[in-house]
């Protein structure tokens, strides 16, 4: 096999028809929610009232306002929502994918230290942050490194979040650039509890997706 000479300039996942990618780089949050959601409009059975279908779409096109604008907030790349076929959004999961990058770290002679061992920086980095039953995990995907997080994050009606939620962190290196690193974080609150069978489901899912994860240098 080549060796790499340069980072990938994107990813690629297998995503079911069932969910919706928006990216968040160079959208406005009010522009894509009314695009999402009048899309999803069109989608819902033609037996349901057309009067209905007014205050529907304006609900919908705040929750993904909402969602958009939390997720650019923490400059994140993609959100990924799922969408149901009779166009409404399920917001009780969802995929936000970012990079984080290391800062440079120089000696005090002013030449730059070389990056430490990769997997001692993905498990401190993974380590922080909150959450109980933390349970990190490595290995590779496509080739590259990869730590798995997972744990539980308490509710907090401060932040928004009502319900308490299960959190599963996918942190990849980027082939090329020691520095860099993908994120994909998942999210549920399952059906109302974070450790229910529809929560497990939907972690295993998700652990499937990341099966298909594979860089691209298109």
Known sequence: MAEIVSPPNGYRLLLPSDWVQIPLRHIEAEEA???????????VPADVPRDKLTPLRLELEGRLRAAIADAQKAKALDLYLPMRLDGEVNLGASI???EVRLPQQFAPDGSSVPASDPVD??????SRGEGMGLDLASGEIDGALAVRRECVVSADAGRGAELASRRVDYMVSVPGNPRQWFLAAFSTVGAGDPHDELADALVEWFDALMGTFRWSWT
């Open 33 to 43: 929610a009314r695009r999402i959601a009048t899309e999803a409009m069109g989608r």
């Open 96 to 98: 936000v994918v970012s």
């Open 121 to 126: 920086i993905a498990v401190r980095l993974m």
